[in-house]
């Protein structure tokens, strides 16, 4: 085995967390405690290597690269929509008494934390999701998943303004990590136009899908840019995921776009100066496609 | 009689371009003639997967001012912005064709970024979104016709005096279209394919060929 003190981690953890294999406890809490457990060793000067990447929903273990670490799948420790099993007895081969103790003192430190008398805390996951996107590569995650999403859904409830979204949405521009996922940037600044047209043309739900939509593509991106651990092929097979799902995605947001646009246009008021600028814009434009 | 309408009056109806043939184009597209085209026509307008010249144009320009947009958001100066676009322009001839436009736009509202950011926004959205009411309107107005049949013999003589092979298929797309309507005629913007107007009738079921710039004379349609 490659990494036995991966597994030991694992196994460890999951004894701490959820001795039982009890439903409270599922594969989106493990995914967010292991990646803080792999955190909190390396500053301990342990390092797990844990294969994992920035993905959808926070810091998310490779299945892939899981099981030729470790020799065992990972969805025999989380099978899927289950919760996670019971483990009796830990697999400690390769592991130094001292490590082990390590381990174990700060996969049980983790757990603690979300816990009141031994019983999880309700809604603890939020508390989780903070934890772990304080360790995000990005600010512009942060605001996205932890502030904005949110206020999204008090839109649908009228408890915040579309003004105010607005100013999130343009705290995420000022965030937008240009350099590091600079293939998505034009699509982010059309979606960036297109939810702030949605916010005055469309339902909430609509601009909530549209959010949703963008943050799918984006950590599709952010995977192949923010990982740890992780072998070449696996990156290759993400990129190919990537642009295949990068055309749909632009191909959709075109459509909705376009939706509201006619909307939009409904409603425009004429202004002198606009329609100058717009001139310019379609005699400019007509030139280019002229000349190609 | 029905029209068969080239590549350029389909841009310049979408470009609404009226100093030059676009004005011409918009008069084409209001007068009550039934109109066709092809699919060559429409591959060069708008592409596969939208991204013909239209689509292809339009986002480069709507692209370039929203990055401005996003510039003046995280806090550039405007001068900062003008002298990035002009140094790609120099490094990449001509990649920031709008840094005209957005530099006469941004003398007008020296200092004030958030007024200047909103009026590029609303123009880029109106500029997209009277692209999109034209294009819909092609959809709605015109008949594209795919087409099976090479004609090798018209396509062989045609190429005798035609260089551009994509003039060729639009004139045999346009004789493809012209074998089922009576008296089509031919409207283009291009000199290379109306200079040939006594070839295209000898060899093609097209009936005539006519230049944009003749439909001038179609007064009061125009508005």
Known sequence: ?292 | MAHFLDSNVIIGYIFDNADTQGKYAKIVMRIPEEKHSGQTVKNECFGFNENGRCQTVKSDITREFRRVIAALNRGSEVSEILEEMEKINTLDNKRCRTCIIIRDIAEKYNGDAIRLASVLRTSQRNFDAGCLRRRDDVDKKIIFHERDLSYTDIYNTLKEYIEDMDDIEVIIDAHHVGLDICNLVLVSGDKDVTSFEELIRKVTSITDVKRLSSFADYVGIQN
């Open chain 1, 1 to 292: 085995m490659l990494n036995p003190h991966l597994r030991f981690a694992v196994e460890t953890l999951l004894k701490a967390a959820n001795p039982r294999g009890e439903p409270y406890y599922r594969t989106t809490h493990f995914q967010k405690m292991v990646f803080l457990l792999y955190i909190n060793l390396k500053k301990k000067h342990l390092d797990l290597k844990l294969p994992y990447c920035w993905y959808h929903y926070g810091p998310y273990t490779n299945a892939i690269e899981f099981e030729r670490q470790t020799g065992v799948p990972l969805s025999y420790y989380t099978p899927d929509d289950e919760p996670t099993i019971a483990i009796d007895d830990v697999f400690h081969e390769g592991i130094s008494s001292k490590e082990a103790a390590l381990i174990d003192r700060e996969a049980r430190k983790i757990v603690k934390k979300y816990q009141t008398d031994g019983k999880y805390n309700f809604d603890y996951l939020n508390n989780l999701l903070d934890d772990t996107y304080a360790y995000a590569p990005f600010e512009f995650q942060r605001v996205f998943n932890r502030d904005f999403i949110k206020i999204l859904r008090r839109l649908a409830s009228y408890d915040v303004s579309k003004e105010e979204v607005e100013l999130y949405l343009d705290r995420l521009m000022k965030y937008y990590p240009y350099s590091e996922i600079h293939e998505l940037y034009d699509a982010y600044l059309e979606w960036d136009d297109t939810i702030r047209l949605a916010l005055n043309f469309s339902s909430s739900m609509e601009v909530e899908r549209l959010a949703k939509d963008f943050w799918m593509i984006f950590t599709e991106a952010l995977r192949m840019n923010e990982n740890e651990n992780i072998s070449e092929d696996i990156k290759v097979e993400w990129r190919f995921i990537f642009y295949d799902k990068y055309d749909k995605y632009l191909a959709d947001l075109g459509k909705k776009r376009a939706h509201l646009l006619r909307i939009y246009e409904k409603d425009f008021k004429t202004d002198g100066e606009i329609e100058m600028i717009v001139d310019e814009m379609n005699k400019l434009a007509y030139k280019m496609a002229i000349e190609r």
